[in-house]
């Protein structure tokens, strides 16, 4: 089964950017669909990006579009999701997760399944 981990959360003021890693092991991320989700202060969890190493292809949130960008480090088997022009709606737990290719597809990246792998999670506080 595939793990992972998250990095690089942090606070930051509103306008600035903030970079996140997950790293993987138990598998490749040449087989994995790796995903971002995140869930604000009462707020349902959400989908921000994920990634299919085919292509690669990409999926946004619409909160993400035009100031996120999701991409992969085959090198370091490790995904990265780096965040611009932050506001504090952002401010949120996020989690990696990873899963097989059918949480790539279109119309289900942002729904996990039980067959998904969590991390812990990275805290990001945009102040404004």
């Known amino acids: 089964a595939v793990h992972v981990a998250e990095s690089g959360g942090g606070s930051v003021q509103a306008g600035g950017s903030l970079r996140l890693s997950c790293a993987a092991t138990?598998?490749?991320?040449?087989?994995?669909?790796m995903g971002w989700f995140r869930q604000r202060p009462g707020k349902e969890r959400e989908g921000v990006a994920a990634i299919w190493p085919g292509g690669p292809t990409s999926y946004y949130g619409d909160s993400a579009k035009g100031r996120f960008t999701v991409s992969l480090d085959f090198a370091k088997n490790t995904m990265n999701l780096q965040m611009n022009s932050l506001e504090p709606e952002d401010t949120a737990m996020y989690y990696c997760a990873a899963d097989g290719w059918k949480l790539c597809r279109p119309n289900d990246w942002q729904s996990p399944t039980d067959s998904t792998s969590w991390g812990q999670g990275t805290q990001v506080i945009v102040s404004s």
């Open positions: 138990g598998d490749t991320l040449a087989n994995i669909c």
